[in-house]
């Protein structure tokens, strides 16, 4: 029986000043080849001076730059998934809006669906909180 088309999944909005660096494209790429995650789709948002948001949507990854030109789940991320993200972006930033597949998790989905057993809840910590909970207790 063959295993989902998809492991879980996770949108991230990453900002940068005016367009994608190569820094941040390499950063990408080095994560991408790992296999760890997979990119399913992209879309770069810009929040204007006036406070707007401008979305364009990436139809080939490769031509914007970025590592991957398929983007296997394209489309699955809604206009008010991105709005909400975008939320966060400062005036005169702009950002990437990647959705991800954590491809090492898909295998473990599949195994799991077929005992009848599910992932109920994950919740993603952010890097800074981590490392700022661990010095805490590093210090005491």
């Known amino acids: 029986m063959p295993g989902p088309e998809f492991g879980p999944v996770e949108l991230s909005l990453v900002a940068f000043g005016g367009e994608p660096s190569p820094a941040l494209l390499e950063a990408l790429h080095d994560t991408l080849a790992s ?13 204007e001076a ?3 948001l401008v979305v364009r949507e990436v139809e080939d990854a490769a031509a914007e730059g970025f590592p991957e030109a398929d983007l296997p789940g394209s489309g699955l991320m809604s206009a008010e998934d991105v709005e909400v993200l975008a939320e966060a972006l400062p005036a005169g ?5 990647f959705l991800v597949e954590h491809v090492w998790a898909r295998k473990l ?7 009848g057993g599910f992932v109920a809840a994950t919740e993603r910590i952010p890097a800074a909180v981590v490392n700022d909970l661990l010095a805490v207790a590093k210090a005491e």
């Open 93 to 97: 930033t702009a950002a990437a809006v």
């Open 109 to 115: 989905a599949g195994r799991l669906a077929e005992i």
């Open 35 to 47: 296999g760890a995650v997979r990119l399913l789709d992209l879309v770069l948002v810009r929040r």
């Open 50 to 52: 006036d406070g707007a």
